[in-house]
């Protein structure tokens, strides 16, 4: 069984920073790529940033320039750094990583139970 659990999360000023984390254990072969979304009330979730086995990233245009993905390949955590927080930026944020949890095994989507980020003065 794979579990991903989120920590980081909580309430910030606008122009403030967060730094949430995310670390994958249980029964993983090899994880392929790791990712942050989002979802504010009413909105769908959506794609914030993502980070690729090799390294390549992608950001969404709302969070570019202000947030940074980064990711540890032996403690298979993923990170995201969000500087200059803006309330709009206030959700639910969730960890997704595609991984083989055994050889053989198709590569699947795991998620992890979100961690809330409040931006307010």
């Known amino acids: 069984q794979v579990q991903l659990v989120e920590s980081g999360g909580g309430l910030v000023q606008p122009g403030g920073s967060l730094k949430l984390s995310c670390a994958a254990s249980g029964s993983i072969f090899r994880i392929d790529t790791m990712g942050w979304y989002r979802q504010a009330p009413g909105n769908q979730r959506e794609l914030v940033a993502i980070?690729?086995?090799?390294?390549?990233?992608n950001y969404a245009d709302s969070v570019k320039g202000r947030f940074a993905i980064s990711r540890d390949y032996a403690k298979n955590t993923v990170y995201l750094q969000m500087n200059s927080l803006k309330p709009e930026d206030t959700a639910v944020y969730y960890c997704?990583?595609?991984?083989?949890?055994?050889?053989?095994?198709?590569?699947?989507?795991?998620w992890g139970q979100g961690t809330q980020v409040t931006v307010s003065s």
């Open positions: 980070i690729t086995n090799g390294g390549s990233t």
């Open positions: 997704k990583a595609g991984l083989w949890p055994w050889l053989g095994a198709p590569l699947s989507d795991y």
